[in-house]
């Protein structure tokens, strides 16, 4: 199966809490922890994207 995601995909490797807290991140956000991923698209909404990145995953796909 092949997907193809029109999507523009934000990956947060860390993000330092002056910074995040400048952004309106949450006080507890994981993008302090360098393991969050911002995933936007103008295409797919939020539940299109999580539908799709499930099956991926359950498919063994990452």
């Known amino acids: 199966m ?3 995601l ?6 947060n490797t860390l993000r330092p809490r ?3 807290s400048r952004v309106g991140g949450s006080k507890y956000s994981r993008h302090q922890y360098g393991d969050a991923v ?3 698209s103008d ?5 299109q994207i999580h539908k ?4 991926l995953h359950l498919e ?3």
């Open 38 to 40: 911002d995933i936007r």
């Open 52 to 55: 799709i990145l499930d099956r």
């Open 6 to 11: 029109l999507i523009n995909l934000k990956i």
């Open 43 to 47: 295409y797919f909404s939020a539940f």
């Open 18 to 20: 002056h910074i995040n």
């Open 2 to 4: 092949t997907f193809y």
């Open 60 to 62: 063994g796909g990452g």
